[in-house]
């Protein structure tokens, strides 16, 4: 098994991670910068009471429906393992988009959740 195989665990359905992590972003908090206001370490991304980034909140996302964090897994980052770029121009990854001034919660949730249907669609 290579590096790759092992990053996301076989079981994790990254549409469903996506989705969840539509809902958090919106329930907990849009914060800019890192994965949380408190770093990126495993406990606060597991803290529904700090808000998060998008990836962030993919990585709660994950916890929350597998009991893990990307860092808990082989090679496991949720920025490689979550990140995507969004269409536009130019297209940019979704933690810049997160990052710009006047994008609410609900702007990342939808981005997240159209995510979802692309994986979904194939």
Known sequence: ?????QRIRPDIDKAAVY???AEIIVRDGKCEGDLTPEGD???ALRNPALPVCAL???AR???????TVPWERPYGDPWRDYGFKVSGEPAR?????NDTEGV???DVALLLKKRA???DSG
Do not use: F
């Open 19 to 21: 989705r969840k992590a």
């Open 41 to 43: 370490d495993d406990d």
């Open 61 to 67: 996302a994950e916890y929350e429906l597998y009991g």
């Open 104 to 106: 609410s919660a609900e």
């Open 56 to 58: 962030g909140a993919c």
């Open 117 to 119: 249907e692309e994986i």
């Open 1 to 5: 098994m290579d590096r790759e195989d």
């Open 93 to 97: 990854w979704i933690q810049n988009v």
